[in-house]
């Protein structure tokens, strides 16, 4: 049995803490699973909803998960059918990946756009403060360390530093509409 397991089924004797050191080892690799998805569905929501729905399931002495990494490997799964029947709830699934097509463990290559680039740059400087260190730091530090972290480097509760990263996507999201981008072009 992993650490995951392991803190995973801790939750189940009403260890409040375990199900937070849990949720702080696999909220990056469910968000990252969430790629394909992120044009179609909120995907924030989706990670939110995820953990909330592992809560109920580890407190739920009737099921038992095994297998190694049971509980990430379930999570995972449970996050992709909420993302795909949100899609599907908000008719888009045309921005959902093929049911057929294998899921890749390495996103391809983006072709550069100099143009699109320069935009974005000139509508991060339009950003407000606060937005804007959130969004950097979670650029900076995405692949290292939980928001939960970063948030406390920027002296922010975690609730304050997730606010800050959606404020700061609509602000730019705006800017970039405002400069001829549709938003639906810029995310196929």
Same mark, same amino acid.
């Given at each position: $049995?992993?650490?995951? +397991?392991?803190?995973f ?6 260890h409040?803490k375990?199900?937070?050191?849990w $949720?702080?080892r !696999?909220e ?7 790629r ?17 729905? $592992?809560?109920?399931l580890g ?8 297998g ?10 449970m ?14 699934e045309?921005?959902?990946?093929? +049911? +057929? ?6 996103p391809p290559e983006? =072709? ?7 935009? @974005?740059a +000139? ?13 950097? /730091? ?7 360390d939980?928001?939960?972290?970063i948030?406390?480097?920027?002296g922010? =509760? !975690?609730?304050?530093?997730?606010q800050? @990263? !959606?404020? /700061?996507?609509r602000?730019?999201g705006?800017?970039? !509409?405002?400069k ?6 810029m995310?196929?």
């Amino acid at each position: $049995m992993t650490e995951i +397991d392991q803190l995973f089924e801790a939750v189940g004797f009403g260890h409040v803490k375990a199900f937070a050191s849990w $949720m702080g080892r !696999v909220e990056r690799p469910i968000r990252l699973s969430l790629r394909a998805y992120a044009r179609a569905v909120d995907v924030e929501g989706i990670v939110q909803e995820t953990l909330l729905r $592992m809560w109920t399931l580890g407190n739920d002495g009737s099921r038992r998960l095994d297998g190694e990494n049971a509980s990430l490997r379930f999570a995972i799964g449970m996050a992709r059918n909420l993302a795909r029947n949100e899609a599907r709830r908000l008719r888009r699934e045309h921005l959902l990946p093929p +049911d +057929d097509m294998p899921d890749p463990g390495v996103p391809p290559e983006p =072709t550069p756009d100099p143009g699109l680039a320069r935009a @974005i740059a +000139d509508c991060m400087k339009r950003l407000a403060r606060k937005p804007l260190e959130a969004l950097r /730091a979670r650029i900076e530090h995405q692949a290292h360390d939980p928001d939960r972290d970063i948030a406390a480097r920027l002296g922010m =509760t !975690v609730n304050a530093f997730l606010q800050n @990263i !959606v404020r /700061a996507r609509r602000q730019l999201g705006d800017c970039l !509409v405002r400069k001829g981008i549709p938003l639906e072009e810029m995310l196929r």
